[in-house]
């Protein structure tokens, strides 16, 4: 059984026929080709999924395609052109808040939203902030930084 | 003109395509006519397979292919063991990809299905009935070494694969005189790496040409590449193996695994490529765990806390196989650091290499160093109690004192620098560990609970001299290799055997490279982890690829550096020995106007209209390097930790570092991995663990039950350097990858267990999670 679905993504719209089993992180993988949506556990805890559904933070593991039709999803490819940098993709340059890269886009999508919610977060804000995705390489503290950083350049934006 | 680019902290070129979500790792690779295979597992960890029926899988939806033992048999060979330590009587038996008979763990391969989307393959796994017949099952590497154990493999009695001994000096005559002795048994529990990304493999086969293409989440594709054509039998020469962008390893991606092997069976049977990518939960199963320690150990000291001898038995689980470098682990990178920093005169050690019903257990971030230098950072904390002294105290008396160019120690190895009291003395005054004490004596007159850990740490790394590995029976080199080639237009690639996979060597190796030869960093571009397009090397492990690849690249720069001198010399009408070279140019002496920069030299040396006589043309230059000696980073760590005794809860408050990884090339990145490094040794002393019930069952099995550490729970680490160059590498560097982890879980647990200690807590076992903390505390309360 597949239904017809269309999500709009990065501001494009994108078509298909899916299972109505498909999780949406394999639509936005797999039918988008946008392969910088990660997948890293199989039970919602890693955050490597995160992407904004219709401007809100989620896992794109725990939604099913079906359920984000109609839906516009930002995913890392959509937070800048990949040239100019989205202030927060920047600030994890500069301040190395980042290793092997994997965590990385998930964690961006989710401190994004931490922004939003908490212009200018204290560090223990940002530590509480991103308990949902787990970096194995960086020990956090990086990214820490590099979430301060980037909100004091945002300046609240 | 360049700045000093060797040695700052610049920001990575890896990042740009990381934080944009552009870079390629195995899984997010698509290739035309693409199938995908899942893999089934056995449920049990311990039976006999009396019979596969896959009938019922072939024709579900999607299904192109099941294959079982029966196919595979004879057609992939075993998988190797290749650290075949000499001297201890070790059984290598069988391991087949995919299980015939037998089945020794949960998650052991049973069959594999390939269909058109990774959905349906998994879906069809459900429809191949196995018979098994279970069999008892033992988890616990002491229990399995014991007479009666159920015995895994038939020629394995006792489940002991090898028993391996050191002895230096006199022990057992140094606890026969010691004043004091102590004692303790340690567990180390069984971890499980948790790299972000899972593992994944990609074949492609081509019959047309022979050829066999594997893009593999792996830590060294040269090596991936030898072993598969050990286990698949195409000729090494006709495999390439990629290992794209790797997201971590931590040691659980060196080893060589079935489902590469199996993949590459279903592409070469079927002739299309084939893909399979571990869940997390297939990971948690079958990707190698670390650690598995029971040590039974005890240490001895004069009445001044002199340690005079240490004296250890290890039960080191292995699972249910042999894993590609498991047997070396417990032994040479465990038992050969049992002297730590310390002057330990008399030191002897049995480790028994045990199988037993779990995942095998292979290197994991520290691999056998964090298991040696808990036990003895643990023991001095003892001593330390029994003598009545500060344990910074007991330390610093017993460091080996500064040397520059080699110190022996009883295990027989030769450390190559050290200045161990400059780093303790450095944490301690960071710390302000006197002040840290007296706020303890007054929290603890209060009544609250606040310990201070101290450890003073060495590692082994660099690995290592290929005539010592040949030595210590491990099946491979250890040298790495460089080429260096310049282009007409100045810009340079660097391709390496090494392979970096978060560890930022892309732009360290570009700053090597713009340090000797005075290029633009950003002109160098480095290449590595495909074996069509770079040198052979053995890969990225073991803090081994600053400290060992680094050194060919620098090598190999050395080779440019001269060659350009004797053109530019040439080209200046000018005897070579009157060219000087400074930061990318090269002048004759007192004339620096008459000059050729690297560029014209490269540019010269590629068109070679002008070449000195017998001057080959080109601007390239290759090295293998072969390290004399291993390097051995060191430091010292404290931690500061507040218990509440009515939770059994920790609160991790303070972690100062001090590390010396002699020369650094990147601060920034060296601190980066400091802060990786002592999380994931955090982990296993306050919150991980993977715990197996008496089935064999992983109780752990998910990021929901296995306590990873996560940014809330951690306070910010304060990170500090010495700087105490190796005597015998080219740039002086040492390697820093894994020392957070080796000492931060003996920093922590000594922490803990001085907050404890005036409870009457004298062990617990780590991870040292509330439930056990608060037990504890109860059991000493009610007098236990
Ligand atoms: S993939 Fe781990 S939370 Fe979605
Ligand atoms: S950078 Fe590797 S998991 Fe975060």
């Known amino acids: 059984m597949t239904v017809p679905v269309e999500i709009t993504i990065n501001g494009k719209a994108c078509a298909g026929e899916v299972e109505e089993r ?136 | 003109m360049t700045t000093r680019i060797f040695g700052s902290g610049i920001r990575r070129r890896e990042d740009p395509r990381l934080i944009t979500g552009r870079a390629s790792y195995t899984d997010d690779i698509k290739l035309p006519g693409m199938l995908h295979a899942a893999i089934l597992r056995s449920p049990y960890a311990h039976a006999n397979i009396r019979s596969v029926d896959a009938s019922g899988a072939a024709g579900q939806p999607g299904v192109v292919a099941v294959y079982t033992g029966e196919d595979t048999d004879g057609v992939l060979n075993g998988l190797p063991c290749a650290w075949l330590i000499p001297g201890s009587d070790l059984k290598t038996p069988a391991h087949p990809p995919v299980a015939k008979d037998k089945v020794r763990y949960v998650g052991d391969a049973v069959a594999v299905v390939v269909a058109e989307s990774r959905y349906q393959a998994e879906d069809a796994l459900e429809h191949i009935a196995v018979d098994y017949e279970p069999l008892d099952v033992v988890i616990n590497p002491k229990a399995a070494a014991q007479d ?383 074996t069509d397009n770079t040198p052979m090397g053995w890969g990225t492990y073991g803090s081994r690829t600053t400290a060992v690849s680094g050194a060919a690249i620098a090598v190999a720069a050395r080779k440019i550096k001269e060659k350009s001198r004797a053109l530019a010399a040439h080209l200046l009408e000018a005897a070579p020995e009157d060219i000087e070279y400074e930061d990318g140019r090269f002048f004759v002496r007192g004339s620096p106007d008459q000059h050729k920069t690297i560029q014209d030299i490269a540019l010269m040396a590629n068109v070679a209209w002008n070449m000195p006589e017998g001057m080959e043309p080109g601007l390239e230059a290759s090295a293998f390097y072969d390290p004399p000696n291993f390097t051995y980073p060191f430091g010292a760590h404290v931690a500061v930790v ?18 010396d990884c002699g020369v650094q090339i990147n601060p920034m990145i060296v601190e980066g991995q400091v802060h990786g490094g002592v999380v994931q040794g955090v982990g296993p002393a306050l919150w991980e663990g993977a715990v197996y019930d008496d089935d064999g069952q992983l109780v752990t099995g998910s990021m929901l039950d296995y306590a990873l550490p996560r940014a809330d729970l951690l306070p910010e680490i304060e990170v500090h350097s010495n700087s105490t160059p190796s005597p015998h590498h080219p740039l002086g560097v040492k390697g820093i990858g894994e020392a957070g982890t080796i000492a931060s879980t003996p920093t922590v647990y000594n922490a803990v267990m001085d907050a404890l200690r005036p409870l009457g807590v004298t062990r617990v076992d780590m991870p040292l999670t509330p439930e056990k903390v608060w037990r504890a505390i109860n059991d000493a309360r009610n007098g236990g």
């Open chain 1, 22 to 157: 498909q999780l949406l992180v394999h639509f936005i993988r797999e039918n988008a080709g946008l392969t910088g949506t990660k997948v890293g556990c199989d039970t919602s805890q890693c955050g490597t999924c995160t992407v904004q559904l219709d401007g809100v933070s989620a896992k794109s593991c725990t939604v099913l395609t079906v359920q984000a039709s109609g839906s516009s999803v930002t995913t890392i490819e959509g937070i800048s052109d990949g040239v100019d940098l989205h202030p927060l993709q920047e600030a994890f340059w500069n301040n190395h808040g980042l290793q092997c890269g994997f965590c990385t886009p998930g964690m961006i999508m989710a401190a994004s939203e931490l922004l939003r919610n908490n212009p200018s977060p204290t560090r223990e804000e940002i530590r509480h902030g991103l308990e949902g995705n787990i970096c194995r390489c960086t020990g956090y503290q990086n990214i820490v930084s590099a979430v301060e950083d980037a909100a004091g350049k945002m300046g609240g934006r």
């Open chain 2, 148 to 530: 009666g154990a159920p015995q895994i493999h038939e020629d394995v009695p006792n489940n002991i694969a090898f028993t391996w001994a050191l002895a230096g000096g006199d022990t057992d005559a140094a606890f026969a005189d010691a004043a004091v002795t102590v004692g303790d048994t340690i567990t180390l529990q069984r971890l499980i790496a948790n790299p972000m990304e899972p593992r994944s493999a990609l074949a492609q086969w081509s019959a047309a040409t022979g050829e066999l293409t594997l893009w593999n989440t792996s830590q060294n594709p040269h090596i991936a590449r030898f072993l598969t054509c050990v286990v698949t039998g195409v000729p090494e020469h006709k495999i390439r193996v990629i290992a794209p962008e790797v997201g971590g390893g931590f040691g659980s991606k060196i080893p060589y695994y079935a489902d590469e092997a199996i993949t590459a069976f279903c592409s070469m049977k079927l002739g299309v490529p084939v893909k399979w990518t571990e869940t997390r939960s297939e990971n948690y199963l079958i990707t190698t765990q670390g650690r598995d320690h029971i040590e039974e150990v005890e240490m001895a000291a004069t009445s001044d806390g002199v340690i005079t001898g240490l004296r250890t038995t290890v039960y080191a689980g292995l699972g249910g196989y042999l894993s590609t470098a498991s047997p070396g682990v417990p032994t040479i990178l465990h038992g050969l650091m049992y002297s730590g920093p310390y002057n330990i005169p008399n030191i002897s050690g049995t480790v028994y290499g045990v199988f037993n019903n779990g995942c095998p257990v292979d290197a994991y971030r520290g691999a056998g160093r964090p298991e040696a230098t808990t036990l003895i950072e643990r023991l001095v904390d003892l001593v330390a109690a029994a003598v009545g002294q500060d344990p910074a105290e007991v330390r610093r008396k017993n460091l080996i004192p500064k040397f520059e160019n080699g110190h022996d120690v009883a295990t027989g190895i030769t450390y190559d620098s050290g200045d161990y009291e400059s780093a303790l003395d450095s944490c301690l005054s960071a710390a302000g560990y006197e002040a840290l004490r007296a706020e303890q004596a007054q929290a603890r007159a209060d009544g609250r609970c606040v310990g201070i850990g101290v450890s003073s740490y060495v590692e082994i790394c660099g690995l290592g001299p290929s005539q010592v590995a040949g030595a210590v029976g491990f099946q491979g080199g250890l040298w790495e290799s460089a080429i260096i080639r310049f282009y007409p237009t100045g810009k340079v690639n660097v391709m390496v055997g090494s392979s970096p996979h978060g560890q930022g060597e892309e732009t360290t190796f570009a700053q090597i490279v713009a340090g000797e030869v005075g290029v633009d960093v950003d002109d160098v571009e480095v290449l590595h982890g495909d």
């Open chain 2, 642 to 659: 507040e218990v509440d005794p009515e939770t059994g809860h920790i609160d991790l408050q303070r972690y100062v570092a001090v590390d």
